[in-house]
């Protein structure tokens, strides 16, 4: 048995204030309600938004579009634009929570991919 994802929520609720930091989440793409609770906690910290992995983003696109997902537009950035912020203003949606070796997360955690690497070596 498993808990619902109401823990899921809530949890993001208590850890997100305390992070001073970026926050990187990976999720299965598919998981919308997953997105959408990360996003509202999100906004309700003041932090934007960038969905990483090409599946990641295509679901969002996709949800949102479709009124499943509903994230202000104004809290929404590509990944390149995040790094105009401060860290205790990111989230970062991305794909690999199973550790694939292409995924967005691991390629992240080796400062490999593209659209998150920075000039100081760390995502």
């Known amino acids: ?22 926050i990187l989440i990976s999720s299965f793409a ?21 969905f990483v992995g090409r599946s990641m983003r295509k679901n969002a696109n996709i949800a949102r579009n479709l009124g499943y997902m509903s994230v202000p537009d104004d809290m929404v950035l590509r990944p390149n ?20 070796p292409m995924s967005a997360m691991t390629r992240i ?4 991919h593209p659209a998150c690497t920075s000039s100081r070596g760390t995502p």
Do not use: W
Not at 81 to 100: K, M, W
Not at 109 to 112: I, K
């Open 81 to 100: 634009e995040l790094a105009e912020l401060p860290r205790h203003q990111q989230l970062i949606l991305c794909t690999g929570s199973q550790g694939e």
């Open 109 to 112: 955690a080796y400062n490999d």
């Open 1 to 22: 048995m498993t808990q619902s994802e109401r823990v899921v929520g809530e949890a993001f609720r208590q850890i997100f204030p305390q992070r001073t930091g970026k």
């Open 30 to 50: 598919s998981n919308v309600h997953r997105m959408q609770q990360a996003c509202d906690v999100a906004v309700d910290c003041g932090r934007k938004v960038a």
